[in-house]
């Protein structure tokens, strides 16, 4: 059973430049996170999916930000015209969701660290 | 509104002591989950326990041991006999569930250092 993965782990851009992350959950889980851990921070909810639908997006996604899961499987999210604020650990997390307790059991990805220079 | 609230920033002791972490959470609604994760230093958050706000059944599972209490809206992590390995920074997370769907709060933090 392979965890969360998350690629690419590092990324260094430069401001103004676009990039893309991709997230592949556990593979029989519905439900599909993104957070931003900042430095001597816990993580904070970005947005999630229940299968495609994307179900709840935070305050903290701006118009810069776009998420995605196509076929309900793995998910990118992108950011726009990237700035030295978006330096970040991007985590990715899978749960269940089918129902019961467990649906929020998160498991979290090794994440991408973006440098934003 | 929803708040998790880990007072301990940095903790230290020496291996072999007892070492238990905080969290105290704020939430007006009646069903929610608290977790506790740990993050090493390679960085990747790994799952250790969920407690149902309905299930105030504490719990040992070999050196770890968990104690929710309601009444003071606390939910603590103990280490019996630290070792080095369990040197990370712990976070103390709240899932709420309303009608309008769920919300999972982190708190900052506790970083352990285990010293051999």
């Known amino acids: 059973d392979t965890g969360v993965s998350q690629d690419p782990r590092h990324k260094i851009t430069k401001r103004g430049q676009n990039v893309t992350f991709r997230c592949d959950p556990i593979?029989?889980?519905?439900?599909l996170y993104w957070y931003r851990q900042t430095l001597g921070q816990g993580p904070e909810f970005l947005t999630y999916f229940q299968n495609e639908a994307q179900l709840e997006k935070s305050r903290l996604l701006s118009d810069r930000f776009s998420a995605e899961r196509p076929k309900g499987s793995f998910s990118t999210l992108e950011i726009q015209r990237t700035e030295q604020g978006d330096s970040a650990m991007y985590l990715c997390a899978s749960s269940p969701g089918t129902s019961g307790s467990k649906d929020y059991e998160q498991y979290f990805g090794p994440g991408t660290r973006l440098t934003v220079t | 509104a929803q708040k998790v609230t880990q007072a301990q920033t940095e903790i230290s002791v020496v291996e072999k002591e007892d070492v238990t972490l905080d969290c105290v959470y704020e939430t007006r609604d009646t069903t929610y989950y608290l977790f506790w994760y740990k993050q090493p230093p390679s960085g990747e958050l790994v799952f250790l326990i969920r407690r149902n706000s309905f299930d105030e059944q504490n719990e040992i599972s070999g050196r770890y041991s968990w104690n929710f209490q309601k009444s003071t809206s606390s939910f603590n992590f103990t280490i019996t006999a630290s070792q080095v390995v369990d040197s990370a920074v712990y976070f103390c997370a709240l899932t709420t569930i309303n009608t309008g769907g769920f919300k999972t709060i982190f708190g900052a933090g506790t970083r352990l250092f285990v010293k051999a």
């Open positions: 593979s029989e889980h519905n439900r």
